[in-house]
């Protein structure tokens, strides 16, 4: 048993750490989300990374690594706040001709029943990848009749909403699409972790230098305890993602499906609440459009709603535990 | 990083789970838990089942009598102890968490060699002697005196909320030694026998309405000067080898008891009726259980990840702060949910209808054994707020 990163896996988060910070600064990607807006270069320097083929085979043209460090890698996305479809890519590298080397960008969707669907990042993607229970369909970009939303909740996070999802050609079996909702699962996981400890590290930040009462406010027990709970949080689901991600290439050590939907309620609710807290922290400041605390919570909110809903997560482990207990 | 037992890993669990199969269901049954007599006895026998089995003092080393098992070898055993519902360490927690690895760490080899093998055997109970009732939270304030007078140490003073006193026959007790030297300072580690003349026992009943505590009262109690463990005045280092086991592996055993005892819950909902089924089949109370075992399986992989990263640093769970803070809450928020399925059965302290309920509410008062004992939730935020993020302290 070893749930501890190696040198070399820290080494790999670090990397993508500097690269976040230096090509996908907050200031430049805020308006990500506008028509025209995307960096497709920047995007295809993450991609030469190796970023999205971490776990595929070498021979497929990827790094050769396992499920964990793409976790690990999604968690510094997720802490840079990165934007674009890094889930979709991540997924269909191995599948989508060009997506490896960042020069197809794709959307993902779950088909939705009895609704309209919200697809971000469609409105510069090139390639439309719908998953069902029974499989993955490629459906063309033409064929698709979307309307852009105007003001994205997330700035960083263009959405389009699409009333007619006709079906395409089908690329992936159910079996496929089973993996796919599973690891998109744990990565969307991997990202909330890393987004609850950088809204985290943003308010500890602000809370040593702002002053009020003629001391600074990070010395007030309110502040602190409200702190160390972020704090609690992430390390807690940081845990569990990695767990999950370890039982996705070990599925013999736990059941997988609830060590994915533990990971995704400790994950949404470490990153949502954590990403309350950097508000509050912030004061007045923090409810304003300039500092980003809010760019943190709009991201989560998003990340917490892909590939299943938290609640049927949460009936899914409480099911789990009657039958195996 | 991989979470599947390595094949030495594999054969240590096959053989414990081969014993604990066969030893387990010859145990007698569990005594009242408000009869700490009759648990010290259960206690002892089950320890020297585990000391004749070699598996007492299981993360000692071998050179002090211990089996010298590995960190991952240590969280199997606590694993497939709570899977087996074996019984826990009990009346030796002191004992077997904290003193012996302090003698351990710190103490000479006469006191190694006069301690630890009544500790790894059962013969001998263990209590803590730290808390005062004006140095609670601020441990380091202590008032208990300790006059040097030839060679014994006089201790005159109060302790409080010291756990198994009344059937312990050692205390492990921080005194006061120097009372001019600031209070980290003037602090020493003693080895207390409890038969000593002077001390006083006075049980203290908790609100789940039974004397796991005792209030010690000392007067001019004389200890041997070699039953110092450290330096004089080095007390509060020495102390703090003792907290950091107490916020490491201490609480993981009862924290995979708590998900035994939410599994029994699940049972006594899926046999309550409610409505025109049961109480399982309530969306609500599914739902809430399904983030609380989400939360207790999390835990256990934070246990894992601090034990991995105790096992390269040396220095073991380096997050117990967070972890503590963490497992006090779900314990709460587990009886919660208890009281909800338990509903009327609550009114009993006792089993009702043949159903376990009375562990589900000992579970619900646990909470604040986890959340008050070995520095309060709120303290360990501060831990984590100041040592951990860095923040300014207050004064």
């Not at chain 1, 009462?213 to 689901?237: C, N, P």
């Not at chain 1, 400790?266 to 809010?294: L, S």
């Not at chain 2, 376990?356 to 070995?374: D, I």
Request: some cysteine.
């Amino acid at each position: 048993m070893d749930l501890d990163p190696n040198d070399d896996q820290r080494a790999l988060q670090e990397m993508i750490s500097r690269f976040a910070a230096d090509r996908f600064p907050s200031d430049v990607t805020r308006t990500f989300g506008d028509v025209g807006g995307f960096d497709r270069s920047a995007w295809r320097e993450l991609a030469e990374l190796g970023t999205f083929g971490i776990a595929l085979p070498e021979s497929a043209g990827g790094v050769g690594l396992g499920t964990i460090e793409s976790v690990l890698v999604h968690e510094s996305l997720g802490a840079g706040l990165v934007p674009g479809p890094l889930l979709a890519a991540t997924l269909s590298a191995g599948l989508v001709p060009g997506v490896l080397e960042g020069d197809v960008i794709p959307a993902i969707v779950t088909r939705p029943i009895h609704q309209v669907a919200l697809v971000e990042h469609f409105q510069n993607s090139d390639v439309l990848l719908v998953i069902d229970d029974m499989g993955i369909e490629r459906v063309e970009i033409a064929a698709i009749d979307g309307q852009i939303v105007e003001h994205p909740t997330d700035p960083t996070t263009p959405v389009t909403v699409i009333r007619e999802l006709p079906r395409g050609e089908q690329i992936g079996d159910a079996h496929l699409a089973l993996a796919w909702r599973r690891l998109g699962s744990v990565l969307a996981s991997a990202q909330l972790v890393g987004n609850s400890e950088a809204s985290t590290s943003l308010a500890v930040g602000y809370a040593k230098e702002r002053e009020q009462f003629g001391r600074a406010i990070g010395s007030f027990q309110a502040i602190k305890h409200m702190l160390a709970e972020s704090f609690t949080r992430t390390e807690v689901a940081r845990s569990s993602v990695w767990a999950a991600g370890v039982t996705i290439d070990e599925p013999e050590v736990a059941d997988v499906d609830r060590a994915i939907a533990g990971a995704r309620l400790m994950a949404a609710r470490a990153a949502t609440e954590n990403a309350k807290t950097g508000v509050q922290v912030h004061g007045g400041m923090g409810f304003t459009w300039e500092v980003d605390a809010h760019l943190y919570l709009k991201r989560a909110w998003i990340l917490e709603t892909l590939f299943g809903n938290l609640d049927e997560d949460a009936d899914l482990i409480a099911l789990h535990v009657a039958a195996s207990r | 990083m991989h979470l599947r037992d390595s094949d030495a890993d594999a054969a240590f669990r096959a053989d414990l789970h081969t014993w604990l199969d066969a030893i387990v269901p010859t145990l007698p049954p569990e005594p009242d838990p408000r009869d700490w007599p009759a648990r010290r006895i259960r206690d002892a026998q089950w320890q020297r089942l585990l000391f004749d089995a070699g598996y007492a003092g299981i993360n000692w080393p071998a050179a002090y009598g211990g089996r010298g098992a590995t960190p991952t070898e240590h969280l199997i055993f606590l694993e497939e102890a709570a899977a087996a519902h074996a019984p826990d360490v009990g009346v030796f927690f002191v004992a077997q968490m904290h003193a012996g690895l302090t003698l351990i760490a710190e103490g000479t080899p006469e006191q190694q060699a006069h301690h630890l093998p009544g500790i790894l055997n059962g013969d001998h109970v263990w209590c803590q002697g730290f808390s005062e009732p004006e140095a609670g939270s601020d441990l380091a304030s202590l008032r208990t005196r300790a006059m040097r007078d030839g060679d014994d140490y006089v201790i005159t003073g109060q302790k409080i909320w010291t756990s198994h006193a009344i059937v312990a026959d050692y205390c492990e007790m921080l005194v006061r030694t120097d009372p001019d030297s600031p209070k980290h300072k003037g602090i020493t580690w003693l080895i207390v026998p409890m038969d000593s003349p002077g001390i006083e026992v006075r049980p203290l009943v908790t609100a789940q309405g039974s004397a796991e505590f005792a209030e010690l009262f000392l007067d001019e109690v004389r200890v041997p000067v070699s039953n110092r463990v450290g330096d004089e005045n080095d007390g509060w280092r020495v102390a703090n080898v003792t907290l950091g086991f107490e916020r490491g592996t201490g609480f993981v055993s009862e924290m995979l008891d708590t998900t035994n005892v939410m599994n029994e819950l699940v049972g006594i909902a899926q046999r309550t009726p409610r409505g025109n089924g049961t109480a399982w089949d309530d969306i609500g109370i599914r739902r809430d259980i399904g983030y609380v075992a989400a939360e207790l399986d999390a835990l256990w992989a934070f246990t894992k990840r601090n034990v991995s990263q105790g096992a390269k640093s040396g220095i073991a769970m380096g997050n117990g702060s967070a972890f503590k803070v963490a497992y006090g809450s779900v314990v709460h928020r587990l009886g919660d949910i208890a009281l909800r399925v338990l509903d009327r059965s609550s009114l009993s302290f006792d089993d009702v209808n043949g159903e376990p309920t009375a562990a589900q509410l000992h579970g619900k008062l646990k909470g604040f054994a986890v959340s008050l004992g070995g520095g309060t939730s709120q303290i360990q935020q501060n831990i984590i707020a100041e040592r951990v993020l860095g923040l300014p302290r207050e004064r």
